[in-house]
């Protein structure tokens, strides 16, 4: 290998130093990469607790077994599965033959009851009539009873006959009289102590009247009516022909139409306690649906509950004993959903996604 090769390759293996703007650039970048870093973390210190998300979520609506407290025979069912109803929409019918004959029933009772009374109201005052004569028969006996006792004290002639029968028939009518009296004030016990009291006041009118509206109220109630706008499920189980007993329907489910409201909707979001320091009623919030994906929907905190899911659990955890985990409960949190017309339908128990800004801010005295 000649000299000039030999320079060449020492040339080639010698290192290669920076530039002079390298090294210049070089310093800026590492101190810009540090100022990134620090800007970076206290960016995430300061906005650090301001937004709270759970996926711990669910879409949450008002649900009901509809069904009805009078028992009888199905004879329509007017919805089919999944139908939209509006409140007051009739979902099915029971026979109502039976309650209308005990309505109609009722209401014969009801106005035998008014004429009674109004009998008892006349008789009370033909009973007046016949005290007023009677009064005046005892009172004639009293005068023909003071004559004739006048005469015998007199030594007129008088036969003790005519003496005993004038005395004898003063006490019968006097008798009479109270008896009178007394049947007088036993009717107008019987008007409640009123001899003009109104029909319709009186206490077994208004029982009978009781009688009456209850049994209006059973035949109203054989016609089943939503009670809120909702969309119809659980409608294969209640088929015309069916025996509704009003008893067990609701729970055995035999007997009900499922309704679940499209207008009462709303969010149960379950957070850490620990999450909850800064959350309050009316905090924003953004709702994702993890079945549409990209659509957001926007609600406020409704309500905080007072308790942790676990306090109404039919067994509540026990930690009496020294041997216990602690775990960080998680307290239901209500959220109001804004829903926009052309909005995907919110079905009840779909997941989802909660981010709310409780609008927390760190303050640097917190450092120190």
Known sequence: MDDTNVVHAAVADAPQLPSPRRRSLRVPLMAGGVLVVVLGAGVAWFTGGRYVSTDDAYVRAAK???????????????VHEGQAVT??????????????IALDNAKANLEEIALGIRAMKADYQRMLSDIAAQENIVANDQATFDRYDVLVKANTAISKATFDQGRFALAADERKLDGLRHQAEVQLAKLGGNA????????QYLQAKAVVDEAQRQLDHTTVRAPFSGIATAVDTLQPGLYLVAQTAALTNQGAVGLVSTDDVWIDANIKETDLTHVKAGDPVNVTVDAYPGAVWHGVVDSISPASGSEFSILPAQNASGNWVKVVQRIPVRIKVERKPGDPRLRAGMSVVVDIDTGHARKLAELF
Not at 64 to 78: H, I
Not at 87 to 100: I, N, S, T, Y
């Open 64 to 78: 009901l077994m509809v069904s009805t407290d009078v028992s009888g025979l199905v004879t329509e069912v007017d």
């Open 87 to 100: 409140k007051g929409e009739v979902l099915f019918r029971v026979d109502p033959r039976a309650f209308q």
């Open 196 to 203: 003009e009291v109104v029909v319709e006041q009186h206490p």
